[in-house]
């Protein structure tokens, strides 16, 4: 892949090309029902780092590749190939919360931001709680990546046996 087709963490009619080169994103919007249903590899939002000085707004992409799962902030690039990724997002202060990705045990990359705990959402309405709760075991890792990649082959359902099947590659793949 050298350009990654994705949908907006909060709104489906808005889409991201990401150049996975040179880490450029585009910004468009779905005006029918075709554009719509075109299949994304995954999420992507912009997100605001920083707390007071140096505040940036980041591009924050997670998306299959049909192999793995990979996770782009800014110019950083993590892929869960070896399953030795993880990520911990967490309230440091009010209104200040920190994620952190973790390689091999080690924090690999921190960032601070404000937010505010208002969103309805389990996940607070933010792709970075939506990340760290997709990616919490191996067997969530293989499930998105499955289902992602199905989709961007045309097999996407939710009816049960499809999401029979998926359970049984996903505990094929554990194996």
Not at 35 to 63: C, D, H, S, T
Not at 143 to 162: C, F, P
């Amino acid at each position: 892949m050298s350009s990654v087709l994705l949908r907006d963490y909060k709104d489906p009619m808005l889409l991201y090309i990401l150049d996975e080169l040179t880490g450029s994103v585009k910004t468009t919007r779905s005006f029918s029902e075709t554009e719509i249903r075109n299949p994304a590899a995954g999420l992507g939002a912009w997100w605001q780092v920083g707390l007071f000085r140096g505040r940036k707004n980041l591009f924050v992409a997670f998306y299959t590749d049909r192999k793995t799962l990979v996770l782009r902030i800014g110019d950083k690039y993590f892929d869960w190939s070896n399953m030795n990724i993880y990520v911990r997002h967490e309230a440091t202060a009010p209104m200040i919360k920190r994620l952190t990705v973790f390689r091999n045990e080690q924090p690999e990359c921190s960032w601070a931001y404000f937010y505010g705990d208002f969103e309805t959402r389990q996940d607070n309405g933010a792709i970075l709680s939506h990340i760290e709760t997709a990616t919490a075991t191996p067997a969530d890792v293989l499930r998105i990546v499955y289902r992602w990649t199905d989709q961007l082959e045309g097999r996407h359902s939710a009816d049960e046996d499809y999401l029979r099947e998926l359970e049984r590659r996903v505990q094929a793949g554990l194996q």
